[in-house]
């Protein structure tokens, strides 16, 4: 199959999204914007899911638009290969909230694929069940604010054995999901053993949300927003106890999950922002083509058009290169794709903020008001280039793989012994 074919399968799932998104998420997207903010204190009870969003769901359930993700998983037969996955993915992007109608928005849906590969069958059944019918929510706990954990091996919580159970201590933030009302398991990945190998230190446990030592701290707002009704919280583990069968492979197989986990995740992240790019261009166009300033439309300025003709560029060349990393993924495996992985989650985020920025000079000061997507589209993209990596670490590791593909990468013995 040529990666320039679409499956037959997806495009008859594109178009009928494309109607989906056109009937439902588009003329809702003020009003879920009016429910999100009204949420504005947060509560120990959390924040709820906007009502709009929770009537679609049913909706798109309905309509068989409904974990469309998660590939080869006997408990989601609809799944998708991510080739097939990633225009219905770029298509959800368009609006921020589009995917949890779909039961596809992170962090959910690399929760879910974690579950799937990596947990019990009793950890199954408890867990990735409802998750899939969309009945709760989940959060990701890997990031600590003592640590550069864009460094996974620095993580220093510590999960410690004690008889029939696991003790974990520490404090994360960033936890995104744990701020909804419905959230109600959490992966936490800390250190169950600081003297084993550099990689083999990390493992990844399965913890209920209301267990006993587990405290929302707070919110964590990004460029003034609080991101109700997700939420990125900073959380407190105090002597929280899990029994010993909700760690996830075995202790010390904590980093290798996380590898696992992060490479569908980063290109999910990519297609999104492909979705966002092509929404702010169109946005940026209808308003250029509206706008007459100095006796001509600005449309018809040579500096908008040099703009427009760009902006298109990155995007098509930003989409080829995550087709060619999902189909890569697909036929040969994450660890053969991680080039490719790394080159979407640094060129995807970039691209979609430069086209936001152009979209919103376009609108002048009504860009950076909340009378368009715009603004909170760009907080997002330009928090994504942190999210899942910062750009500096894939960009590192990307000039590690081509300068061992040439032969010219030394490695020493401790380099080495890292692996």
Not at 200 to 223: C, E, N, W, Y
């Amino acid at each position: 199959m040529s990666i320039f074919n679409e499956p037959e399968r997806t495009r008859q799932l594109r178009e009928r999204l494309e109607a989906f998104m056109a009937e439902h998420i588009y003329p809702n997207d003020d009003q879920v914007w009016q429910e999100a903010q009204a949420q504005d204190w947060y509560s120990e009870a959390g924040w709820s899911t906007c009502p709009t969003v929770q009537r679609l769901k049913g909706v798109a359930r309905d309509a068989g638009l409904w974990n469309l993700f998660l590939p080869h998983s006997p408990r989601a037969p609809e799944g998708l290969s991510n080739f097939e996955y990633a225009p219905l993915c770029e298509i959800m992007g368009r609006t921020h909230w589009a995917a949890e109608v779909f039961n596809c928005s992170a962090p959910d849906t690399g929760n879910m694929e974690t579950l799937d590969r990596y947990g019990s069958e009793a950890l199954k059944d408890r867990w990735l069940e409802p998750l899939l019918r969309g009945e709760i929510r989940s959060a990701f706990l890997m990031t600590e604010p003592a640590v550069a954990s864009s460094d996974a091996t620095n993580i220093e919580c510590e999960i410690r054995r004690d008889g029939d159970h696991y003790v974990i201590n520490g404090r994360k933030w960033w936890s995104t999901g744990a701020g909804n009302r419905n959230c109600r398991v959490f992966i936490v990945m800390g250190k169950t053993d600081p003297s084993a190998p550099r990689h083999r230190q990390q493992s990844m446990i399965v913890v209920p949300a209301d267990t006993p030592g587990v405290k929302v701290v707070r919110p964590l707002s990004v460029f003034g927003y609080n991101h109700a009704p997700l939420g990125h919280m900073e959380i407190l583990l105090d002597n929280v106890r899990v029994p010993i069968d909700h760690m996830l492979l075995g202790e010390g197989r904590g980093f290798e999950i996380a590898q696992g986990r992060l490479g569908p995740g980063r290109i999910h992240h990519s297609m999104r922002s492909i979705g966002a790019a092509e929404r702010a261009l169109e946005l940026m166009c209808r308003r250029l083509a509206d706008r007459t300033a100095f006796g001509r439309p600005l449309s018809e300025r040579g500096v908008w058009h040099e703009r427009i003709a760009e902006s298109r560029c990155m995007i098509e060349q930003a989409r080829l290169l995550t087709l060619k990393a999902a189909w890569m993924m697909d036929t040969v495996g994450n660890k053969e794709a991680q080039g490719e992985i790394a080159m979407i989650k640094i060129v995807a985020p970039s691209m979609a903020a430069k086209i936001i920025d152009w979209a919103i000079q376009a609108y002048g000061a009504g860009g950076v008001s909340g009378d368009t997507p715009l603004a909170f589209s760009y907080t997002e993209q330009r928090t994504l280039r942190i999210a899942d990596g910062p750009d500096e670490v894939h960009r590192q590791a990307l000039a590690k793989l081509e300068l061992t593909r040439l032969g010219l990468r030394r490695r020493t013995p401790a380099l080495r012994q890292a692996g």
